[in-house]
């Protein structure tokens, strides 16, 4: 089964070609960072401008890179939410109308979904991964989101944990910018933070051991904010072990909720997804401090943690009948819930 993914969710305009929900034969993305990045964030105008300006390029591109054309196709996949209403409206027009011109099936995608079943994608000519085997505990650490999932089967989750307040991702961006280091955040300080002493400095581990499995990154980013404003020279010459600290502690914090879950809940699979999930320092840790209590760790490789189309399609071809709608009926949904 071969499925155009269209993912417009944010500020990435994206279209991949996926076959089973397994292969991506293409994963095409237009990035806008350098049209938000004067901004120090995204803003919501000319993210949907620029989808609608990029898309049917976006699309040409993933056809052509996957071989294929349009009428080699099974069906549509498209986000239609969590995500900005404007952004998420032109993939779902450009969806709606290839469901109708080719009378093709149309799949309403959860964007949060997505990010949980880019676990299942290798490119094409790659190994294929060995998926997670349900049940196992989902890790979706991104910009908008830090939500803990017990996927009980590949299409059956149950919400146990989420940020009470700021998004992991969201922390990264934030603390980049008050150490001057541009937009997007993460990337620039997972990068920064190698050169870095982890110890240099103890910033709080919001509701570390609180019993529940939920996560807080408000207080750390303040925490930061208030030692940057007591001592200004550590932005110039303690830079990157600022960083690293920081680093730290969003890493700790996640490593001991989701492994914490797994074991309460006497899981043998941690899944991590999401932009965050490209962190390096995470990935180590999360492997190495689950392997000490025999947990597998699946992650997605780097292409296919941030926001992208293949994962789209994996989780249409994953939830089959479950998010298929007719193509009348596609909508968006700004706050689709798991
Ligand atoms: N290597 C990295 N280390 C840390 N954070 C990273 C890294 N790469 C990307 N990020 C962060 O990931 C986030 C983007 O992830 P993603 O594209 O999944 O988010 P989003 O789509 O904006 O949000 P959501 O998926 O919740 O709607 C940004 O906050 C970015 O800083
Ligand atoms: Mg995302």
Redesign the pocket.
């Known amino acids: 089964m071969r499925l155009l993914g269209i993912e417009t969710?944010?500020d990435d305009t994206a279209a991949a070609v996926v076959v089973d929900g397994r292969t991506a034969l293409s994963n095409v993305l237009a990035s806008q960072d350098e049209f938000h990045r004067e901004y120090g964030g995204i803003v919501p105008e000319i993210a949907s401008r620029k989808h609608a300006e990029t898309l049917n390029f976006v699309i040409r591109h993933a056809l052509a890179a996957a071989g294929c054309s349009l009428r080699d196709l099974d069906g549509i996949a498209v986000t239609c939410g969590?995500?900005l209403p404007g952004s998420l409206v032109v993939g779902v027009a450009a969806a709606q109308a290839l469901a109708w011109s080719l009378d093709l099936p149309v799949y309403a995608v959860n964007?949060l979904h997505g990010?949980l079943f880019a676990n299942y994608l290798a490119p094409a000519g790659a190994e294929p991964v060995q998926p997670p085997q349900a049940p196992f505990v989902c890790l979706v650490v991104?910009?908008?989101?830090t939500d803990l999932i017990h996927v009980e089967a590949p299409d059956r989750h149950r919400v146990i944990g989420r940020t009470v307040d700021d998004?992991a991702?969201?922390a990264?961006?934030k603390v980049a910018r008050l150490l001057g280091l541009g937009f997007?955040?993460?990337?620039a300080?997972?990068r920064l933070a190698r050169q870095g002493n982890p110890h240099a400095f103890d910033f709080p581990r919001g509701l570390a051991g609180d019993g529940s499995f939920n996560f807080s990154f408000s207080g750390l980013k303040t925490a930061v904010r208030y030692f940057l404003d007591a001592h200004p020279e550590a932005r110039v010459d303690r830079a990157a072990d600022v960083a690293a600290s920081f680093q730290a502690a969003v890493v700790d914090a996640l490593c001991e909720k989701t492994i914490g879950a797994a074991r309460r809940l006497g899981l043998r699979g941690i899944a991590l997804a999401?932009?965050?999930a490209?962190?390096a320092a995470l990935r180590r840790e999360l492997r190495d401090r689950a392997a000490s209590y025999g947990i597998a760790v699946h992650m997605p490789a780097l292409a296919y943690c941030?926001?992208n189309a293949a994962m789209i399609a994996a989780a249409a071809y994953y939830r089959g009948d479950r998010a298929r709608v007719r193509p009348d009926d596609l909508r968006v949904d700004p706050n689709f819930a798991w």
């Not at 991104?142 to 989101?145: P, Y």
């Not at 997007?184 to 990337?187: S, T, V």
């Open positions: 969710s944010c969590p995500g964007h990010h991104s910009g908008g989101h998004a991702g969201e990264f961006d997007p955040g993460g990337p300080i997972d999401g932009g965050v490209a962190n941030t926001d």
